[in-house]
């Protein structure tokens, strides 16, 4: 989360109400040197929350998006959690569409689980045909360079086993918004297990046109790359400044010890 004040306590409620659905999940919410109030938000709606296992943490620098997706996967392992879910701070993708998909176990075969805003039966409020537009044709060109399928190249829900990172591939990956492109291309090069799905999301706040063609331009640069030296391109080195580490600092944190619950629970597991 980045300034996200406004949307915080939101998205607190949206993990509480899983949590109440029976679904046991711990909260750990990620604080990217937000200038405004967010951090006190969030401390307050996790000490008010009903959910036993929650945590807060501060980066200690502003690492951007990728960087901030690399302090949760981090903390994750650590704690010996099976699975990661991403959920944007901003309050723009709903927790519940992924609930079903979890409550029944769909999710223990797969290495991912990604929330698609492109997929039929998606439900999109506030993208211009501009922009709708514009994601589907990148969609369908990563697709023709990946070999596989992408309805989505990083939407603001997503579902990861943590396990997949143990040799830390995703270490040298932008630490900007590119993130999610490179992580999308990794996992399929990899043979990772990934499944799509439709989900809703509203957007607020529209990127000028001007961001979108840069950004659209950033995009078709990381794609050259990979489609002259494929090789070259997992192994090299993307980010702008390259960290030994990601440091965070826990700003408040509550556990229920008794219970060791460790996120959603692995069912293949014993």
């Given amino acids: 989360m980045y300034n996200c004040a406004k949307q915080v306590a939101r998205v607190v409620r949206q993990c509480e109400s899983v949590f109440a659905g029976g679904i046991d999940l711990a909260v750990l919410m990620v604080d990217n040197q937000s200038v405004d109030t967010t951090l006190d938000v969030a401390r307050a709606a996790l000490t008010d929350a009903l959910i036993d296992e929650v945590y807060l943490l501060r980066n200690d620098a502003n690492y951007g998006l ?13 704690h ?29 075969d797969l290495d991912a689980l990604l929330g698609a805003r492109f997929q039929p039966g998606a439900r999109l409020q506030g993208y211009s045909r501009l922009r709708t537009g514009a994601n589907r044709a990148f969609n369908l060109v990563f697709s023709l360079v990946a070999g596989r399928r992408l309805y989505d190249l990083g939407s603001g829900l997503n579902l990861l086993r943590c396990s997949i990172f143990d040799d830390g591939f995703h270490e040298r990956y932008a630490d900007d918004l590119t993130f999610n492109y490179y992580l999308i291309l990794g996992l399929v090069d990899r043979g ?5 799905f439709p989900i809703s999301w509203r957007e607020d706040g529209q990127v000028s046109n001007a961001r979108l063609f840069d950004q659209g331009l950033r995009m078709l640069r990381l794609l050259g790359g990979r489609i002259v030296n494929r090789r070259a391109f997992f192994a090299g080195e993307h980010r702008d400044t390259p960290r030994h580490a990601y440091p965070a600092t826990i700003v408040y944190q509550r556990t229920d010890a008794a219970q060791g619950s460790h996120a959603i629970p692995d069912k293949a597991a014993p």
Avoid: W
């Fill in 66 to 78: 990728g960087g901030s997706h690399k302090v949760a996967i981090r903390f994750a392992r650590e």
């Fill in 80 to 108: 010996g959690f099976a699975y990661l879910i991403v959920l944007h701070g901003d309050d723009q993708g709903n927790l519940a569409d992924m609930a079903p998909l979890l409550a029944s176990g769909q999710h223990t």
């Fill in 192 to 196: 990772c297990a990934i499944r799509f």
